[in-house]
């Protein structure tokens, strides 16, 4: 599993709604306190999925985005 990091919550429930689009699986769950750099929540999914993921931030802007971390 995946979480994808972000520093504001409105980034990180933009991002989860754009995989669910795509057909991705994916919840909202609270950031483990070892990552220190987001707004508390972050975005779970599948690792089989992070190509998909990465196309989504590569084509869209996301300011906050603080990266991705094995779960």
């Known amino acids: ?9 409105t980034e990180t429930l933009n ?4 995989l669910r689009s795509y057909g991705v699986f994916c919840t909202i ?4 306190r070892k990552i220190n ?3 508390g929540i972050s975005v779970r999914f599948s690792s089989l999925n992070s190509p998909i993921a990465r196309q989504i931030l590569a084509r869209r802007r996301f300011d906050t985005f ?3 971390f094995a779960d």
Do not use: D, E
Not at 1 to 9: E, G, H, I, N, P
Not at 15 to 18: D, E, L
Not at 29 to 32: D, G, L, Y
């Open 29 to 32: 769950v609270n950031t483990p």
């Open 66 to 68: 603080a990266g991705f």
């Open 37 to 39: 750099v987001s707004c």
């Open 1 to 9: 599993m995946m979480l994808a990091v972000f520093r504001s919550r």
């Open 15 to 18: 991002f989860a709604s754009i």
